[in-house]
């Protein structure tokens, strides 16, 4: 029986045979013209400079450029801009743009335009706040020069406009980009290769973006955010698929084209379809992280904190989050991302070999902890944080922690950890995230290695020594610089645990055998993915 | 009878109040910072209060609700936190599914339990009327969630003769729209069948034992049109009030049952908002289902003339 | 919720309720035994919730292993000998999972329906009897009952942290109005009665009437319809707890089961079978067992259904 004579017979409702597997609407060329993506979350508000969610930017990079991009080695390359050049003073920047950009609207990309949006996002970025407190002036010159002056020498300019850490650098028009940087904007107009469809915009449940026709690639291969972002569809859309199983059958039925994160238990079914092609999303990865408020009991004391380390085994916690595919996760006893040039493993020895829950509880008992509540505050609707969570609550039950484990979702973890209070008081213990490997590769981009006491990251560690060792990376001269800095970072972090990493893990993609294209890459990234 | 719809009316207007009260008051005492979310993973916490601040989350309590009902009145549900799009948008963007999923289980729901129920009373005391019966206790029983995914399992990966999930607009054609409901209407549509025809059983139960029915039956009228035509009509008002009563049922029951199949309807925005502390986006949609709810309620109480004409106002 | 809606609450709006007539206060009827035999369906709802109330009394004794125990290391096994539900995704073993969740659907169904009883009895009887609270409550109850149960479980559940107890609550809230609208409609046409009457007449004082007269006869449909609130109320925690918003995770109920292995279904499909056959079945005990009681406390009722 198929499937059109189960529904003339059965349920009753006396049908015509119409029932095809589902009428398409678009003929068969239109379909292919169209890329379904399913994405890792909901996109919930489309402001990339006011809300950071990874999402957000992910949809963002379709819609607006950046004057530079990472490439593939994480080197920023001129996108918008024609090229960047600096005093020998090293405190005049000039950038000048392609010309002909246009945005959305028909209008041209001005240098006022760069002006404003550059002063909207280094309002948010931890890297453009570092660059306005030093500015001195950002002007346009003529229409299609940026001039940024700035008090002291920032050498890494170049990494601030490019990188795809959010919030990155995207431009705006003006009248957009004059938005307060802490309201949302509700235009969304850029000079992207694609253009966002306000219209059909049902969040939640879907987004869609149209190419632009007048979008002016550069003549160099594209890689990652740099290079010509050539679109070879007419139409993506995001459909928003929040339960993983829906999403699994959905790509395995064709209805959808492109799955950026499946979860690890469903791939061994995934590879049994033929037509589906699954592949690592992101091989910079991410890092999970066990965050510990430095300012309350008990993980004030630094002996709490490292009983912790002792009996964290980070092969529990990569186990909960991506199954049994032992591919996919490395152990991380350090802060950076593994196989990027700065990672080192330099005082993470306690990370390290078997675990060692006697020494866990004799540092505890060291720590003078008087089984006072550890208020534990897990996500449940992002599941990096909830497997991590449940991880976190056995263990620090077994380390003899009096464990206070408070269920919530994503958003009142945000708010949660913003308290300074003591527990019992609104306040909290210790909080799970994640994040990209992308954002742990220097501590420019990566504030929460950050350990400057109240302006640090939540959980705001004070440790001296790493400050130091962040200052000696800004002023390092080359590489070995560099690393001999990073270096004392991690010593200092990882003795004085300025977090707990809980393992460096990557993700898996899915997309159909008819797409071709698909990049491993820090986000999905749309050029050059064609679909027959 | 006009003085008493328009009474009818009104007295609505109290029910609705409190509602708004209620739900107004819930979200404002409630914990969670929508700031916090919108700031993302690398704010600080200046930046969330900034955020907090521009978006007004820190007047006080008369201020922001005597500005919510005066904005609603105008026909503004406000501004959805997250996506900057108004309530009214996002709710309008979402009627057409979970209304197409209402409608279905309903016409499926009434469809298949009336006549359940006028056989099981007229076969009153057989294996026919345990049959029916056991299966209400069962629609009863078995939560919509763990029937949605029973008949997933079934009917969409092993048998693949129908789609696991999604919805497909009205637009699009009424066999691929048909074909995405089928499965969520009826695993939403398990309790009602089973509320319906027990109230319909059990309401015929009755009428046929009255003497009007002897009566037509002395009279030589046929079986089927004594079911159909006398009894059922004078049944019709209990078991009408039970459908609308049900409407409450079916509004919880899709918040579950669109979750489930991946509908983009109202009730996973409900869902999803209330994940996510959007207090407008909640407000509205709390408010939304509670009006539908007295408003199908109040035109059931408009129809009893109509089914009754014993009943005068 | 399912349940709490049954017809046997219904409020008719607009047309005058149909109110109950006196009833007959419950008395133990002489041959237990031979009662249940002829209704056997009653028996075999009693006798089924009476085992999935051991179970959730001896979970520790049932071969069971520490709930919450993880073990990454073997992690979504199949049932076998060694683990007869198989274990999740964390290595937890799903037998004594389900077994210990079925402590929370007890403890919630019963402490809701126990709760919701007392609160709405008191509300019933204070509205039935004081005049100017009458319009006052109904108001607010007729608010509180047009925002669906279930969404105002969940709206309640958004306002705290998960925990058990706090489930309770908002589920108790969300039953109350059905409550106070049956114990209200009751008190209202026992009023009427000449016996009552005579009693006022008589100068009894107000707590001696609802004492003496009033709440005998509210016991049996009270009775009643706390069992079907306690069926709801064990769906309608497995319903939050499955969305998101109930019984905190590392508490295994059978919802939270259900949920974490919600992902899994296709390819793990026991995770969700077992805690949902055991809730369903637990929920049909009870509703048989309440239409058993229906049937013996309130012959009207079981007359019109």
């Given at each position: 029986m198929d499937r059109r004579t189960l529904i003339k017979a059965g349920?009753?409702?006396?049908?015509?045979?119409?029932?095809?597997?589902s009428a398409p609407a678009y003929s068969q060329g239109a379909a292919a013209r169209t890329l379904k993506f399913v994405p890792?979350?909901?996109?919930?508000?489309?402001?990339p400079i006011w809300g950071t969610q990874y999402v957000v930017r992910n949809a963002a990079a379709l819609v607006w450029d950046t004057l530079f991009g990472f490439d593939e080695h994480l080197v920023p390359k001129p996108q918008m801009a024609e090229g960047a050049s600096v005093s020998a003073d090293g405190l005049t920047w000039t950038i000048k743009l392609r010309a002909g950009l246009k945005f959305h609207d028909g209008s041209t990309v001005n240098a006022k335009d760069v002006v404003a949006s550059l002063t909207r996002w280094s309002a948010r970025d931890s890297m453009g706040q570092m660059i306005k407190a030093i500015q001195q002036e950002l002007v346009?010159?003529?229409?299609?020069t940026v001039r940024w002056v700035l008090?002291?020498?920032?050498?890494?300019m170049l990494m601030a406009l490019g990188k795809?850490?959010?919030?990155?650098?995207f431009i705006m028009p003006e009248r957009i980009a004059k938005?307060?940087?802490?309201k949302q904007i509700d235009e969304y107009i850029g000079s992207g290769p694609m253009r966002f469809v306000k219209d059909e915009w049902v969040p939640g449940a879907k987004a869609v973006f149209a190419k632009f026709a007048d979008y002016k690639p550069r003549q160099e291969p594209n890689s990652w955010l740099s290079g010509g972002k050539h679109i070879m569809v007419d139409r993506i859309e995001w459909i928003v698929m929040p339960d993983p199983a829906t999403a699994s059958a959905a790509l395995q039925n064709g209805?959808?084209?492109?799955?950026?994160n499946p979860i690890t238990d469903l791939v061994p079914q995934l590879r049994r379809n033929r037509n589906v092609r699954v592949d690592i999303?992101?091989?910079?990865g991410n890092i999970g992280t066990f965050r510990m408020n430095?300012?309350?009991?008990?993980?004030?004391s630094v002996k709490a904190r490292q009983a912790v380390l002792a009996a964290l085994s980070q092969e529990d916690y990569m186990r909960a989050l991506v199954?049994?595919?032992?591919?996919?996760w490395k152990h991380c006893p350090g802060f950076f991302t593994p196989?990027?040039?700065?990672y080192t493993e330099e005082g993470g020895d306690l990370l390290k070999g078997p675990r060692n829950m006697d020494l866990a509880k004799r540092l505890l008992a060291e720590s003078g902890y008087a089984g006072t509540p550890v208020t534990c505050v897990v996500a449940q609707d992002q599941p990096i944080t909830k497997a991590q969570g449940d991880v976190t609550a056995d263990l620090l039950k077994r380390i003899g922690f009096n464990v206070d484990y408070v269920a919530t979702d994503w958003g009142t973890t945000g708010q949660r950890r913003a308290m300074k209070n003591p527990v019992g008081q609104g306040g909290w213990s210790m909080f799970h995230s994640w994040h990209a490997g992308a954002d742990c590769i220097n501590p420019a981009v990566y504030i929460?290695?950050?350990?400057?006491?109240?302006?640090?990251?939540?959980?705001w560690p004070n440790i001296p020594a790493v400050e130091t060792a962040v200052t000696e990376w800004f002023e390092a001269p080359n590489l070995d610089a560099e690393k001999a800095a990073i270096r004392n970072l991690n010593r200092a972090g990882m003795e004085n645990v300025t977090y707990a990493p809980t393992g460096f893990f990557l993700q898996y993609q899915a997309w159909r055998?008819?797409?071709?294209g698909v990049v491993k890459g820090p986000l999905p990234f749309f050029w050059g993915v064609s679909k027959t | 009878m006009f003085a008493y719809i328009i009474r009818r009316i009104l007295a609505t207007i109290p029910v609705m109040a409190v509602v708004a009260l209620f739900v107004f008051s819930l979200l404002y005492i409630a914990p969670g910072d929508p700031a916090a979310v919108i700031a993302?993973?690398?704010?600080?916490p200046a930046d969330v209060e900034r955020i907090r601040q521009s978006l007004g989350l820190d007047r006080p309590y008369l201020v922001r609700f005597g500005e919510w009902v005066w904005n609603i009145l105008n026909g503004d549900m406000g501004v959805s936190i997250?996506?900057?799009?108004?309530v009214t948008t996002m709710i309008k963007q979402r009627v057409e599914p979970t209304l197409s999923l209402m409608v279905l289980t309903l016409i499926l729901a009434v469809s298949i339990a009336v006549p359940m129920g006028v056989v099981a009373a007229w076969k009153h005391g057989t294996w026919i009327d345990r049959c029916v019966m056991g299966f209400a206790v069962l629609g009863f029983s078995v939560p919509v969630f763990v029937v949605g995914y029973v008949l997933a399992y079934i009917?969409?990966?092993?048998?693949?003769?129908?789609?696991?999930q999604g919805y497909t607009a009205f637009k699009e054609g009424f066999f691929p729209w048909l074909e995405n409901l089928v499965l969520p209407a009826i695993a939403l549509g398990g309790v009602y069948i089973a509320l319906i025809a027990r109230i319909t059983r059990a309401t015929m139960l009755e009428v046929l034992q009255q003497d009007y029915i002897r009566t037509a039956r002395a009279k030589g009228v046929g079986q089927r049109s004594i079911l159909f035509l006398h009894a059922l009509k004078n049944a019709a008002v209990p078991i009408v009030t039970v459908i609308g009563i049900g409407m409450a049922l079916l509004i919880g029951g899709a918040v579950v049952t669109e979750s489930v199949f991946a509908i983009p309807g109202l009730g996973r925005l409900t869902v999803d908002a209330i994940l996510r502390r959007d207090y407008p986006v909640i407000q509205g949609v709390v408010l939304l289902f509670s009006f539908v709810y007295v408003l199908v309620n109040l035109l059931i109480d408009l129809l009893y003339t109509l089914f009754d004409p014993r009943i005068r106002y | 919720m399912s349940a709490s809606s049954l017809p046997s609450t219904?409020?008719?709006?607009?047309?005058?309720?149909?109110l109950p007539d006196v009833l007959p206060p419950f008395k133990p009827r002489r041959g237990f035994i031979g009662y249940l035999r002829k209704n056997p369906i009653m028996a075999f709802g009693g006798a089924l919730l009476l085992t999935m109330l051991c179970i959730a009394i001896f979970a520790p004794y049932l071969?069971?292993?520490?709930?919450?125990s993880l073990a990454p290391a073997r992690?979504?096994?199949?049932?076998?000998?060694?683990?007869w539900f198989g274990t999740d995704m964390l290595g937890r073993d799903v037998y004594s999972r389900v077994l210990y969740g079925a402590r929370v659907s007890m403890l919630v169904g019963f402490s809701v329906a126990i709760l919701s009883s007392i609160i709405g009895l008191t509300i019933g009887l204070t509205s039935g009897f004081v005049r100017w609270a009458d319009a006052i409550v109904m108001r607010i109850m007729d608010g509180m009952m047009s925002i669906p149960p279930i969404l105002l479980a969940i709206a309640l559940m958004a306002?705290?942290?998960?925990s058990v107890q706090n489930v309770i609550i908002a589920i108790t809230i969300a039953e109350i109005p059905r409550v106070s609208r049956l114990v209200r409609g009751v008190v209202l046409s026992l009023r009427e009665q000449p016996y009552v009457d005579a009693a006022v007449a008589c100068g009894t004082r107000t707590p001696t009437i609802i004492w003496r007269h009033i709440l005998p006869n509210t016991l049996a449909p009270i009775t009643v319809q706390a069992t079907y609130i306690c069926a709801s109320a064990m769906i309608t925690e497995a319903i939050l707890s499955f969305i998101g918003?109930?019984?905190?995770?590392i508490i295994p109920s059978w919802g939270n089961i259900m949920a974490e292995g919600r992902a899994l279904w296709q390819v793990k499909p026991y995770i969700v079978f077992f805690p949902a056959v055991f809730l369903s079945m637990t929920v049909l005990a009870v509703n048989l067992l309440g239409d058993g009681l229906r049937d013996a406390l309130d012959p009207r009722m079981a007359k019109r259904l």
């Open positions: 349920a009753g409702l006396g049908l015509a045979g119409h029932f095809g597997l890792q979350a909901n996109l919930a508000n489309f402001d346009a010159v003529d229409d299609l008090k002291r020498p920032y050498p890494k795809n850490s959010t919030p990155m650098a938005t307060d940087p802490f209805e959808v084209d492109w799955w950026e999303a992101d091989p910079l430095h300012l309350t009991t008990p993980f004030n199954g049994d595919d032992n591919a996919l196989g990027t040039p700065l929460a290695c950050r350990a400057n006491g109240d302006a640090a990251w939540f959980g055998s008819n797409v071709s | 993302g993973d690398q704010a600080t997250f996506t900057n799009l108004p009917f969409a990966l092993e048998l693949d003769w129908l789609p696991v | 219904v409020h008719v709006p607009a047309i005058a309720a149909p071969w069971t292993v520490d709930p919450t992690r979504t096994r199949e049932p076998s000998a060694m683990y306002l705290t942290r998960g918003a109930g019984t905190p995770p």
